[in-house]
């Protein structure tokens, strides 16, 4: 089934996809270091229950 394609792609607009997907691909890394960040920070003050939160 052909699909409907309403402009070919050319160069500029195949170079803003691929620089579109990089940013996208760059944030969703920062999150899942962020997320880990978190994670571990919530690991330690699980382990160390003692330790004042903030350190």
């Not at 940013?23 to 690991?43: C, P, Q, S, T, Y």
Request: hydrophobic share 25%.
């Amino acid at each position: 089934m052909p699909e409907n394609i309403t402009q070919d792609p050319g160069e500029d607009s195949l170079e803003e996809e691929l620089e579109r997907e990089r940013r996208e691909h760059a944030l969703i890394d920062e999150e899942k270091l962020g997320m880990d960040e978190l994670e571990e920070e919530h690991l330690k003050r699980e382990r160390q229950p003692g330790v004042p939160a903030g350190r």
